[in-house]
């Protein structure tokens, strides 16, 4: 990507020191002998997944498989594996062909007599509908995309100027819904295809319409435009996870984002310091670095530059024996795989972890929560892992030790210090059993945790995904979130469309208030948190600088009908949330995986980055970029933490900024932290501190096991300070670089 630069100030600086490094590496640096063997390592792994014992992948093999079988059949046996034909085509994104396989189904079905065959047809129909809906995002969301593309409700360029496909679906679905009008997904769809061609509401029959509302939100906010493609890091792919992180120490955020498909190349966007990005994946040494439903980041080895864990081969179960891989920050602005001299490499399935200083020895430890179904016997038994750091690059593993013996299917880890005593504790998110609560009580004899699940009051939802703590409300107290995930009874559209308007829908996400006594209360009804949430990739951030932190959800899972909006929630002083989805812009209905917040053009407010794409190998699509657009309206300030005793990027640190505002004194507490366990937000502390007049005082709470805090003195508001532990804050120039978005750039091919 070129951009021209700006002739004065910072953005020179930025620039010289970009193009320094740019002489420096080789356009094409090739991967090193130990990431080379890695890929190898992995690719051989991939290469053993039986596709006829995973559903999520894989569907281009399976659909070759389903039609040469069915060419060698007839009558009803034919008829049943040209079905399954069509919809491995239709998941591996084949869309036109998945359309010519159902219309041929229909055709030769109609003169069979076939046990239930009314039933079967309208099934038929709906899959056709289905694929109809496909070709027409295919076609306009992702061939001509804009950036108001699948934003519900879909509206001006949003909408389709190729309509075939929704015209098709519009009236399969009106057919559909005559024959079954409690069909409540097939109404959503209907009404989402109308949508598309400017035919909503009013082109849709009054008793196939949506309530009055239902895409709309209650409050105002400012619209968030969503800029990747002008930026060129709208990379289009499958669900993956992102690192928003200043990796080259130039003091300007980055990005890093991968894509879970085995062949999806891990892609490094290297902010150019002239308002935009350059795709360093190749400099870098990553190519052929491969896959990842998730990546962790944090400086593992304490020499100041932010490492990155890729973790691999979830939902595939017994098949998901596939190694993560740790990349080493050289420093220099390349990787380099060091995942088997580091002592990690196991071949269990997983997509998330959590780095923390867990006995406080300022050397990050790593949890690695693993998918195990310990019914399905011994090639499903994955259990957890903990691993110790040895202060010279390798880990060692001591879950038995630590008394952490974890054997569920775990999707969600979050660490953080629950009682204030400077150990971080850990929440694990299980899908279909009770979430579990470890307290940390390590002492001088090691890493140990006590499991206080029973009493902390944090076991729901029973179908569990993403987690994260942080301090909603800030009184000083971690709180939990935890959101829930589909449990399979019904498509998702429906059952959003069910759950209307009801205040204790189970599958809600759970706000729990920290109690201050190793309990939480749930309050996630009496917080306005009462909707569905079907929840994968999600983050917090302030989006106003108001101090109070707001959360974002991507939402989904890998059911085709699953066309649900991503959603935002905006924190009202601690007291409630409102949803923010509509009025904000954010309700992508495209499923929405890793997010990063961070203030990645250096003004002071907080933009954000979203891995999009399903889980089907078709199922893809460009990753966003919402620039933020509030302004200065509120204050801010930015913190860059640098341990000394601590952790070097003092991951588990917090901040306590008392503001004086209207006259009176508040406090706003954050803490450092990549925040979601899907989800990877910049280790700087970026905090709001809304109408503050000046900064009364200030702290931070180093990790380490009852160390007394820092006092800070001398803060001011809209400023950033690097802050080494132990010494006095060290104020930065500040480098506000506007986004350099083309104007002209309306569509992206």
Same mark, same amino acid.
């Given at each position: 990507?070129?951009?021209?630069?700006?002739?004065?100030?910072?953005?020179?600086?930025?620039?010289?020191?970009?193009?320094?490094?740019?002489?420096?590496?080789?356009?094409?640096?090739?991967?090193?002998?130990?990431?080379?063997?890695?890929?190898?390592?992995?690719?051989?792994?991939?290469?053993?997944?039986?596709?006829?014992?995973?559903?999520?992948?894989?569907?281009?093999?399976?659909?070759?498989?389903?039609?040469?079988?069915?060419?060698?059949?007839?009558?009803?046996?034919?008829?049943?594996?040209?079905?399954?034909?069509?919809?491995?085509?239709?998941?591996?994104?084949?869309?036109?062909?998945?359309?010519?396989?159902?219309?041929?189904?229909?055709?030769?079905?109609?003169?069979?007599?076939?046990?239930?065959?009314?039933?079967?047809?309208?099934?038929?129909?709906?899959?056709?509908?289905?694929?109809?809906?496909?070709?027409?995002?295919?076609?306009?969301?992702?061939?001509?995309?804009?950036?108001?593309?699948?934003?519900?409700? =879909? @509206?001006?360029?949003?909408?389709?100027? %190729?309509?075939?496909?929704?015209?098709?679906?519009?009236?399969?679905?009106?057919?559909?819904?005559?024959?079954?009008?409690?069909?409540?997904?097939? %109404?959503?769809?209907?009404?989402?295809?109308?949508?598309?061609?400017?035919?909503? &509401?009013?082109?849709?029959?009054?008793?196939?319409?949506?309530?009055?509302?239902?895409?709309?939100?209650?409050?105002?906010?400012?619209?968030?435009?969503?800029?990747?493609?002008?930026?060129?890091?709208?990379?289009?792919?499958?669900?993956?996870?992102?690192?928003?992180?200043?990796?080259?120490?130039?003091?300007?955020?980055?990005?890093?984002?991968?894509?879970?498909?085995?062949?999806?190349?891990?892609?490094?966007?290297?902010?150019?310091?002239?308002?935009?990005?350059?795709?360093?994946?190749?400099?870098?040494?990553?190519?052929?670095?491969?896959?990842?439903?998730?990546?962790?980041?944090?400086?593992?080895?304490?020499?100041?530059?932010?490492?990155? +864990?890729?973790?691999?081969?979830?939902?595939?179960?017994?098949?998901?024996?596939?190694?993560?891989?740790?990349?080493?920050?050289?420093?220099?602005?390349?990787?380099?795989?060091?995942?088997?001299?580091?002592?990690?490499?196991?071949?269990? &399935?997983?997509?998330?972890?959590?780095?923390?200083?867990?006995?406080?020895?300022?050397?990050?430890?790593?949890?690695?929560?693993?998918?195990?179904?310990?019914?399905?016997?011994?090639?499903?038994?994955?259990?957890?892992?903990?691993?110790?750091?040895?202060?010279?690059?390798?880990?060692?593993?001591?879950?038995?030790?630590?008394?952490?013996?974890?054997?569920?299917?775990?999707?969600?880890?979050?660490?953080?210090?629950?009682?204030?005593?400077?150990? &971080?504790?850990?929440? =694990?998110?299980?899908?279909?059993?009770?979430?579990?609560?470890?307290?940390?009580?390590?002492?001088?004899?090691?890493?140990?945790?006590?499991?206080?699940?029973?009493?902390?009051?944090?076991?729901?939802?029973?179908?569990?995904?993403?987690?994260?703590?942080?301090?909603?409300?800030?009184?000083?107290?971690?709180?939990?979130?935890?959101?829930?995930?589909?449990?399979?009874?019904?498509? +998702?559209?429906?059952?959003?469309?069910?759950?209307?308007?009801?205040?204790?829908?189970?599958?809600?996400?759970?706000?729990?208030?920290?109690?201050?006594?190793?309990?939480?209360?749930?309050?996630?009804?009496?917080?306005?948190?009462?909707?569905?949430?079907?929840?994968?990739?999600?983050?917090?951030?302030?989006?106003?600088?108001?101090?109070?932190?707001?959360?974002?959800?991507?939402?989904?899972?890998?059911?085709?009908?699953?066309?649900?909006?991503? %959603?935002?929630?905006?924190?009202?002083?601690?007291?409630?949330?409102?949803?923010?989805?509509?009025?904000?812009?954010?309700?992508? =209905?495209?499923?929405?995986?890793?997010?990063?917040?961070?203030?990645?053009?250096?003004?002071?407010?907080?933009?954000?980055?979203?891995?999009?794409?399903?889980?089907?190998?078709?199922?893809?699509?460009?990753?966003?970029?919402?620039?933020?657009?509030?302004?200065?309206?509120?204050?801010?300030?930015?913190?860059?933490?640098?341990?000394?005793?601590?952790?070097?990027?003092?991951?588990?640190?917090?901040?306590?900024?008392?503001?004086?505002?209207?006259?009176?004194?508040?406090?706003?507490?954050?803490?450092?932290?990549?925040?979601?366990?899907?989800?990877?937000?910049?280790?700087?502390?970026?905090?709001?501190?809304?109408?503050?007049?000046?900064?009364?005082?200030?702290?931070?709470?180093?990790?380490? %096991?009852?160390?007394?805090?820092?006092?800070? @003195?001398?803060?001011?508001?809209?400023?950033?300070?690097?802050?080494?532990?132990?010494?006095?804050?060290?104020?930065?120039?500040?480098?506000?670089?506007?986004?350099?978005?083309?104007?002209?750039?309306?569509?992206?091919?």
């Amino acid at each position: 990507m070129i951009v021209s630069l700006a002739a004065v100030g910072c953005q020179e600086d930025h620039q010289e020191k970009h193009n320094r490094v740019s002489h420096e590496h080789s356009l094409s640096n090739q991967p090193s002998g130990q990431t080379l063997a890695m890929i190898d390592s992995v690719k051989a792994a991939q290469s053993k997944v039986d596709p006829m014992k995973v559903t999520v992948f894989l569907s281009n093999e399976r659909a070759k498989m389903y039609k040469d079988r069915a060419a060698s059949l007839d009558g009803l046996n034919k008829l049943n594996f040209l079905v399954m034909y069509g919809f491995e085509e239709l998941k591996a994104g084949n869309t036109e062909t998945a359309i010519q396989v159902f219309e041929q189904v229909l055709a030769m079905a109609a003169p069979m007599t076939i046990p239930g065959k009314e039933q079967t047809m309208l099934e038929m129909k709906k899959l056709l509908a289905l694929s109809a809906l496909r070709l027409g995002e295919q076609e306009n969301c992702i061939l001509n995309h804009t950036s108001a593309s699948c934003i519900v409700p =879909i @509206e001006g360029d949003g909408q389709h100027t %190729k309509t075939a496909g929704s015209e098709m679906a519009l009236t399969l679905y009106q057919e559909i819904l005559k024959e079954s009008p409690d069909d409540l997904t097939s %109404k959503v769809l209907l009404n989402i295809a109308a949508m598309t061609l400017g035919k909503y &509401p009013d082109g849709v029959p009054a008793s196939m319409q949506l309530p009055k509302g239902y895409f709309s939100s209650d409050v105002p906010f400012s619209k968030f435009p969503d800029i990747a493609s002008s930026l060129q890091v709208d990379t289009r792919g499958l669900a993956g996870g992102v690192a928003v992180e200043d990796f080259d120490n130039d003091g300007l955020l980055d990005i890093i984002a991968s894509s879970w498909g085995f062949n999806d190349q891990i892609q490094y966007f290297r902010n150019n310091g002239a308002g935009g990005f350059d795709d360093w994946t190749i400099r870098a040494g990553l190519k052929g670095v491969t896959g990842g439903l998730n990546i962790r980041h944090a400086d593992y080895n304490n020499d100041g530059f932010v490492d990155i +864990l890729i973790l691999r081969g979830a939902w595939f179960n017994d098949q998901g024996k596939i190694p993560n891989s740790l990349l080493k920050n050289n420093g220099d602005n390349t990787f380099t795989d060091v995942t088997l001299e580091a002592g990690l490499y196991t071949k269990r &399935p997983t997509q998330n972890a959590v780095w923390a200083d867990f006995d406080g020895d300022g050397w990050l430890d790593l949890f690695v929560g693993n998918e195990s179904l310990p019914a399905g016997g011994i090639e499903s038994n994955f259990p957890s892992e903990l691993y110790h750091n040895q202060q010279d690059g390798t880990f060692r593993e001591v879950s038995q030790q630590a008394n952490l013996q974890i054997n569920y299917f775990v999707k969600g880890s979050a660490g953080g210090d629950i009682n204030n005593d400077g150990l &971080p504790d850990l929440y =694990i998110s299980v899908m279909n059993g009770t979430n579990q609560l470890f307290l940390n009580v390590s002492d001088e004899k090691g890493i140990r945790f006590d499991n206080i699940s029973g009493t902390s009051n944090t076991g729901e939802p029973w179908v569990s995904f993403p987690c994260w703590m942080f301090d909603f409300n800030n009184d000083g107290w971690l709180d939990i979130f935890v959101s829930a995930y589909s449990d399979g009874t019904e498509d +998702l559209p429906g059952k959003i469309l069910r759950a209307y308007g009801k205040k204790d829908d189970p599958f809600r996400p759970r706000l729990y208030v920290n109690n201050g006594n190793n309990t939480f209360t749930d309050v996630s009804i009496e917080m306005g948190l009462t909707e569905p949430a079907f929840t994968m990739g999600s983050n917090y951030g302030d989006l106003d600088n108001d101090g109070f932190p707001d959360f974002y959800l991507g939402t989904g899972e890998p059911n085709l009908k699953s066309i649900i909006p991503n %959603k935002m929630y905006w924190n009202r002083d601690g007291k409630s949330f409102s949803d923010i989805t509509y009025s904000g812009g954010f309700g992508n =209905i495209q499923k929405g995986h890793g997010v990063g917040f961070g203030d990645m053009d250096g003004d002071g407010d907080q933009d954000f980055y979203v891995i999009m794409g399903g889980s089907f190998e078709g199922d893809v699509y460009q990753n966003l970029l919402f620039e933020n657009p509030v302004g200065q309206d509120n204050k801010w300030i930015i913190l860059r933490l640098e341990g000394v005793e601590s952790n070097r990027r003092a991951i588990g640190a917090r901040a306590e900024i008392e503001i004086l505002e209207k006259g009176v004194t508040r406090k706003v507490m954050a803490m450092v932290s990549p925040g979601s366990s899907f989800g990877g937000n910049s280790l700087q502390l970026e905090m709001g501190l809304g109408k503050a007049e000046k900064i009364t005082a200030a702290k931070i709470y180093w990790p380490l %096991k009852n160390k007394a805090p820092q006092i800070l @003195e001398g803060l001011e508001v809209n400023h950033v300070y690097n802050i080494r532990e132990g010494e006095s804050p060290e104020p930065v120039p500040n480098s506000h670089i506007p986004f350099k978005k083309d104007q002209n750039e309306h569509h992206h091919h």
